[in-house]
C-alpha cells in the first residue's frame, strides 16, 4: 500500500503518526478556553485513524491520551473502535484519565500510565429534563449505563492484585459489588500506582517493566 505522508501535517492536524503507528487522542481543539473533554467531534477522526493502520499491517498500534471525561456514547464508540482492531493496541495515559477516558484505557491490549498521571472513576453525572415519560425512559437508559460501565470495570479487576488478595474465591459479581460500594463515596481518586493495583492499568511508564516509550511497541 502506497500512502503519502507529511509526517509534521498529520500528527498536528489528524493526531496521526502512519510511520510510527502512533495516534494522539485529545480532546477537540477549539478557541473556547473550557477542555470539551471527550465528545462527538472527536470520533471520526480516531476511528479513521486506528481503521488505516490496521489496514495497512498487524503491527502494534501505539495510542498517547490526554483527556478527561465526557460522553458516554462517544467514549463508547471510541472503545469498540479500538477492541474491533486485530492489531496489537497500547493506550499510555498522560496526565490523568477519569470518568469516561478511564472505561476507554480498559479497551486497549496493555494500558499504560505515566508515573505522573492520576485516574478517577465514577458514576458520572446525568441531567435529564423534558417530557416525563421521555425522562423516565432515559433514566432507565442511565442506569443500564452504570450496569455497563461496572462490568467492563469488574472484568479487569478481577486481574488487580488487590482484588487476588482480598477474595480467595474472587468472581466478578463480588468485585462489581465492591466497586458499587466504593462509588457510592463519589468521586474515586488514584495514583498511577493505585489504578494497577486495583487493575484498572498494566502498568507505570518509567518503571522496570516499562522503562520507556520505545518498549510499549515491542
Keep these: 500500500m502506497?500512502?503519502?505522508?507529511?509526517?509534521?501535517?498529520d500528527i498536528n492536524h489528524f493526531g496521526l503518526d502512519v510511520a510510527k503507528r502512533e495516534i494522539y487522542l485529545h480532546s477537540h481543539i477549539s478557541s473556547d478556553e473550557d477542555d470539551a473533554g471527550l465528545d462527538f467531534r472527536i470520533v471520526p477522526q480516531f476511528i479513521k485513524n486506528i481503521r488505516l493502520l490496521n489496514s495497512i499491517?498487524?503491527?502494534?498500534?501505539?495510542?498517547?491520551m490526554n483527556l478527561v471525561g465526557g460522553d458516554w456514547s462517544a467514549g463508547m464508540a471510541i472503545f469498540d473502535a479500538i477492541e474491533l482492531c486485530t492489531a496489537h493496541v497500547t493506550i499510555v495515559v498522560y496526565g490523568q484519565a477519569e470518568s469516561m477516558s478511564t472505561v476507554v484505557l480498559q479497551a486497549a491490549d496493555a494500558r499504560i500510565l505515566t508515573p505522573s498521571a492520576w485516574?478517577?472513576?465514577?458514576?458520572?453525572?446525568?441531567?435529564?429534563?423534558?417530557?416525563?415519560?421521555?425522562?423516565?425512559?432515559?433514566?432507565?437508559?442511565?442506569k443500564k449505563i452504570c450496569e455497563d460501565m461496572l462490568d467492563?470495570?469488574?472484568d479487569v479487576c478481577l486481574k488487580g492484585e488487590y482484588f487476588k488478595?482480598?477474595?480467595?474465591?474472587?468472581?466478578?459479581?463480588?468485585v462489581k459489588n465492591y466497586l458499587k460500594?466504593?462509588?457510592?463515596?463519589?468521586?474515586?481518586?488514584?495514583?498511577?500506582?493505585?489504578?494497577?493495583?486495583?487493575?484498572f492499568a498494566d502498568g507505570v511508564l518509567k518503571t522496570r517493566k516499562y522503562p520507556n516509550i520505545d518498549c510499549l511497541k515491542k
Excluded: C
Design 165 to 174: 488478595q482480598k477474595y480467595t474465591d474472587i468472581t466478578h459479581e463480588k
Design 119 to 142: 485516574f478517577m472513576v465514577h458514576y458520572g453525572t446525568t441531567a435529564e429534563a423534558g417530557q416525563y415519560l421521555n425522562v423516565h425512559n432515559a433514566i432507565k437508559l442511565d
Design 2 to 9: 502506497s500512502i503519502k505522508i507529511d509526517t509534521i501535517t
Design 57 to 64: 499491517s498487524q503491527e502494534p498500534i501505539l495510542i498517547h
Design 152 to 154: 467492563i470495570y469488574s
Design 181 to 199: 460500594r466504593k462509588f457510592k463515596d463519589g468521586d474515586w481518586y488514584l495514583t498511577a500506582e493505585e489504578a494497577v493495583y486495583y487493575g
